[in-house]
Nanobody
Framework: QVQLVESGGGLVQAGNSLRLSCAAS????????MGWFRQSPGKEREFVATITWNGGSTYYADSVKGRFTISRENAKNTVYLQMDSLWPEDTSVYYC?????????????????WGQGTQVTVSS
């Protein structure tokens, strides 16, 4: 069973940066595509970014494109989400997830394993 644990969330002012980390254990990390999602109260879970197993390809939601960067260090079993130029609209609980599907996946149901989330709050 793959376990995912997010960290790095917190309170920041609009325009500032934050980096989230997701540590994986219990599986072969390098075999999984990894994704970041977010969910705010009363809203559906929203795709943010994904990265392929070898880091060769990335894909971002339009709302974060140019501001967020997803990366991974397979030797550390860790995926990151660097968030720059944060807006209050980015406030949400952020989740990392692992998928054993090939290619780019943007739908939550395509991800098998999920972390418990980390809160990101951006003040105006």
């Amino acid at each position: 069973q793959v376990q995912l644990v997010e960290s790095g969330g917190g309170l920041v002012q609009a325009g500032n940066s934050l980096r989230l980390s997701c540590a994986a254990s219990g599986g072969t990390f390098s075999r999984y595509a990894m994704g970041w999602f977010r969910q705010s109260p009363g809203k559906e879970r929203e795709f943010v970014a994904t990265i392929t197993w070898n880091g060769g390809s990335t894909y971002y939601a339009d709302s974060v494109k140019g501001r967020f960067t997803i990366s991974r260090e397979n030797a550390k079993n860790t995926v990151y989400l660097q968030m720059d130029s944060l807006w209050p609209e980015d406030t949400s609980v952020y989740y990392c997830a692992a998928s054993d599907r090939l290619g780019i996946s943007v739908r939550p149901y395509l991800y098998t394993y999920w972390g418990q989330g980390t809160q990101v709050t951006v003040s105006s």
